[in-house]
């Protein structure tokens, strides 16, 4: 049936920038020190990857110096691998049944058979 699968996953990091001139996003110099922490913080993770700590994963916004653990998440059949689709009412016809899987017959057996709901075409055989 369907399964979630969470894949790409990555490391996103804010940085609390404190420019030591006092300068801000904007101002000529300031960019050149962001990209310069940035570099640095980049290297070190590179050195040190064990132990990294994730900030809270619902946040839209985490805090200065959080670290996050980013990935995407999608549903898929796990028979074929397929992306989970379903019959919506828009698909309904003489053979479908609102909710059953689109991707392929075991996922459409499966379900049918967990409903309860008769195999008609989709027969084991």
Same mark, same amino acid.
């Given at each position: ?6 894949? $790409? ?21 300031? $960019? ?9 913080? =980049? ?7 064990? $132990? ?14 959080? #670290? ?6 999608? =549903?898929?059949?796990?028979?074929? %691998?397929?992306?989970? =689709?379903? #019959? ?8 479908? #049944?609102? *909710? ?12 049918? $058979?967990?409903? %309860?709901?008769?195999? *008609?075409?989709?027969? =084991?055989?």
């Amino acid at each position: 049936m369907k399964r979630t699968v969470h894949d $790409n996953h990555r490391i996103e990091v804010h940085l609390n920038l404190r420019h030591p001139r006092g300068l801000r996003p904007g101002d000529e110099g300031y $960019n050149e020190h962001a990209q310069r922490v940035c570099g640095e913080v =980049e290297r070190a993770i590179r050195r040190h990857v064990d $132990n990294l700590a994730p900030a809270s994963l619902g946040d839209s916004r985490p805090a200065p110096g959080a #670290v996050r653990i980013i990935f995407d998440t999608r =549903e898929e059949c796990s028979h074929c %691998g397929l992306l989970w =689709e379903t #019959v919506t009412e828009a698909d309904l016809d003489e053979h479908s #049944v609102l *909710g059953e899987p689109l991707c392929c017959r075991k996922a459409v057996v499966e379900f049918r $058979n967990e409903k %309860g709901i008769p195999l *008609g075409e989709f027969g =084991e055989g």
